[in-house]
């Protein structure tokens, strides 16, 4: 079975300040696929970044950046300056490959509310 | 860009009603899916739909829960027999193809508050 786990549950920081969202991941599989969503007041989901299970490279998205290590089974997202902006929920989120490719279901975290003041 | 649609936003209905629930994916996506998300818990895996059948359900899909493509464009999601608990946002989602790993895109969500 899968879990992830995100266990702040809510974050406060000033604007400018960096913000690291921690998420800890459980799956038996070898391959997998690893999310984040973003989930502003207004309720949609917005898709970040995907990473597969093969792939630890860091990535970095403008003010974005992941952290992908295997060894601790976490996916550790960062956002550098945080503006007013990126207060929203995030989500990490996590999927089993199916055979022959393609994707189960994903199953999500609890989320970490995050709120940026001015 | 192409997105995924639902309508509508926001249904209102009484408790024992039945709603339908109605996504549009993408239009050459393959799998579909839907979600739900009750107010400040988290997301929820409903049921995945491919080939016109489901593929994978979750145990919260039970018997008053259904799926439906009935035109090859939009794929729905109906409840028979609305209970109070059934009160959450529900997200479709649709990926591409099984061939190339993809990313599932979520709908905005349907707010459902059932009275």
């Known amino acids: 079975a899968q879990k992830v786990t995100q266990a702040q549950t809510e974050i406060s920081v000033v604007e400018k300040e960096d913000v690291t969202l921690d998420c800890v991941y459980e799956t038996r599989d070898t391959t997998y696929y690893l999310f984040w969503y973003k989930q502003p007041p207004s309720g949609e989901l917005v898709f970040l970044i995907r990473r597969n299970s093969f792939d630890e490279q860091n990535e970095i998205s403008g003010r974005y950046s992941w952290n992908f290590q295997k060894s601790t089974s976490s996916f550790n997202f960062t956002i550098t300056a945080s503006q007013v902006v990126d207060s929203a929920v995030y989500f990490c989120?996590?999927?089993?490959?199916?055979?022959?490719?393609?994707?189960?279901?994903?199953?999500f975290g609890t989320g970490t509310k995050l709120q940026v003041i001015p | 860009e192409p997105e995924v649609t639902q309508t509508p936003s926001h249904q209102v209905t009484q408790m024992g009603q039945e709603v339908i629930l109605r996504c549009v994916p993408i239009?050459?996506?393959?799998?579909f899916y839907w979600y739900r998300q009750i107010l400040g818990q988290k997301v929820e895996f409903l049921v995945s739909f491919y080939n016109n059948e489901i593929s994978e359900k979750s145990e919260i899909f039970d018997d008053q829960f259904s799926v439906e493509r009935p035109d090859g464009s939009n794929f729905t999601l109906k409840i028979r027999s609305t209970k109070l608990e059934d009160s959450a946002m529900y997200f479709c989602?649709?990926?591409?193809?099984?061939?190339?790993?993809?990313?599932?895109?979520f709908g905005p969500g349907t707010r459902l508050t059932v009275l």
């Open positions: 989120a996590l999927s089993e490959a199916r055979r022959g490719g393609g994707y189960q279901k994903v199953t």
């Open positions: 239009s050459n996506h393959l799998y």
């Open positions: 989602a649709s990926m591409a193809d099984r061939a190339r790993p993809d990313t599932q895109y």
